[in-house]
């Protein structure tokens, strides 16, 4: 009896060059060393010695060679330091938008289509009889055409009004979305890695609208114990500081960026781990690390309402277990109308992409 053997199949080294191997792992450690070039590269050298990822043929160096050569990596000579190129920031960007959109189980395209038809921006697959008033470059012609061939006949072939068929078009929902992401010291705490996966994700959705959603605005915001706008290219250098948590300030700088933006859709993504503690009054910060602080709570609430008096959802995504914050967010959310997931870290990207995407397609122009 004929049989088959089967080896064992490796995708993520099928086909691939040694640097293409190593240049992935380098991608990698690039997000947990917020772009230090030299430390990733001295990680990478112990995961050479423990797993023996090059060879007498292509060693560690040779790769350093062709990161330069290639452009990925540069020398800063005032410095004195290696530091990686734009292509390797957008590099970053589309391996994280792989890596989350892998784990996604896509059940429909999710398109940012709006359910009003008409004369909008992208064609749908329905088509229905032309009426008066209807633009010429709506007119499908295929349909058309055996729509006459059915009701005339090939030999005596004419087109008249009824056979006419207009193809239906959707609007594009166009939304500004400001994603804001806590880097308060608690985001490293007790031996987890939190921020690693925010990044991930900023730079994940970043690139999907990018690439998909040309249309649409994404702004990001850090809060500690203040709140400031970073641009994308900025998300791989990203770190945590000695910060308190002042969510108040990131939610005004975010309602101040949505107020400037002329899409009539706007949305507020939240990811954080932990309780506000911290407000600034004039000079001074207000701080409070024990317990829930009542003067820091209803400022954040009366924000949440504010919100939703603008129309503005807030989709709070919380890193975080503890029962009373649990409670806090869902009265927090409870105000602003909006939405709260208890995403674990593992699964923080499929959660916003999920939400991102069909809150997108349930949008009216």
């Known amino acids: 009896m004929r049989g088959f053997h089967f080896s064992k199949y490796n995708p993520d080294t099928e086909g691939k060059t040694k640097f293409d191997q190593l240049l992935n792992l380098f991608m990698q450690l ?14 990478l050298n112990e ?35 290696i530091k990686i190129t734009p292509k390797t920031e957008q590099g970053i960007r589309k391996q994280s938008l ?37 633009m010429l470059e709506q007119i499908d012609f295929t349909e058309s055409i055996r729509n006459a061939q059915i009701n005339h006949g090939v030999e005596s072939f004419r087109m008249q009004e009824d056979d006419l068929a207009i193809r239906e078009t959707d609007y594009k929902a166009q939304t500004s979305t400001v994603l804001m992401i806590d880097i308060s010291h608690s985001m ?27 249309k ?28 308190h948590t002042n969510t108040v300030a990131g939610l005004e700088l975010a309602m101040d ?26 000079k001074r910060y207000y701080k409070n690390s024990f317990g829930l602080d009542r003067k820091v709570i209803n400022r954040c609430m009366n924000l949440a309402a504010q919100c939703k008096k603008l129309k503005i959802p807030i989709t ?27 995403a674990s870290l593992d699964k923080l990207g499929a959660f916003i992409f999920k939400d991102f995407e069909s809150g997108k397609s349930k949008t009216v122009f």
């Open 257 to 282: 960026i949505l107020r400037r933006r002329k899409n009539p859709n706007k949305q507020i993504f939240m990811i954080t781990d932990g309780k506000p503690t911290c407000l600034k009054i004039g």
């Open 98 to 134: 792989e890596e989350v959109f892998g784990k996604l189980k896509k059940n429909k395209q999710g398109d940012h289509k709006s359910f009003k038809p008409g004369q909008g921006d992208e064609s749908n697959s329905d088509t229905r009889q032309f009426q008066f008033g209807d």
């Open 316 to 342: 709070t995504f919380m890193i975080a277990t503890d029962p009373y914050l649990q409670q806090f967010v869902k009265e927090f959310t409870d105000m602003n109308h909006g939405k709260a997931f208890f």
């Open 188 to 214: 490293i705490l007790y031996g987890e890695d939190r921020i690693t996966p925010a990044k991930k994700v900023a730079m994940a959705l970043s690139e999907l609208i990018k690439t998909k959603y040309p």
């Open 47 to 81: 995961l050479d010695k423990q797993y023996k990822l090059t060879d007498d043929e292509y060693g560690m160096g040779d790769f350093i060679d062709d990161l330069k050569e290639k452009g990925y990596i540069t020398d800063d000579n005032q410095r004195g330091e």
């Open 30 to 43: 690039l997000t947990y060393t917020s772009g230090d070039v030299g430390e990733t590269l001295q990680w």
């Open 216 to 243: 649409d605005t994404l702004d990001i915001v850090v809060f500690g114990n203040d709140a400031w706008p970073i641009e994308v290219k900025d998300l791989p250098y990203l770190q945590v500081g000695p910060y």
